[in-house]
C-alpha cells in the first residue's frame, strides 16, 4: 500500500511541476487577453498541489500508525 502511495505522490508531483511549468510559459509569453487560461492553470496547479499533499499526510499517517 505504502508503494502505491508513494507512486501517487511521485504523480501528483509531476503533474504540479507540469502545470507550473506551463502556466509560467503562458505568463512570460504575454498574449494579451490570456488571463482566464493562466488563471486555470493557476487552479490546476493549487488542485495538484492539494492531492500531493493530502497524499504525502496518507503516507505519514500509514507509517506512524505501522510504527
Known amino acids: 500500500m ?3 502511495l508513494i507512486i501517487a ?3 501528483a508531483m509531476a503533474a504540479t511541476a507540469y502545470v507550473l511549468v506551463r502556466g509560467v510559459l503562458a505568463m512570460a509569453s504575454g498574449k494579451v487577453g490570456n488571463q482566464e487560461q493562466q488563471q486555470q492553470w493557476m487552479r490546476k496547479r493549487v488542485l495538484y498541489q492539494g492531492i500531493a499533499i493530502f497524499i504525502a499526510a496518507a503516507i505519514l499517517m500509514l507509517a506512524s500508525a505501522g510504527s
Do not use: G, H, Q
Open 2 to 4: 505504502n508503494t502505491l
Open 9 to 11: 505522490l511521485v504523480v
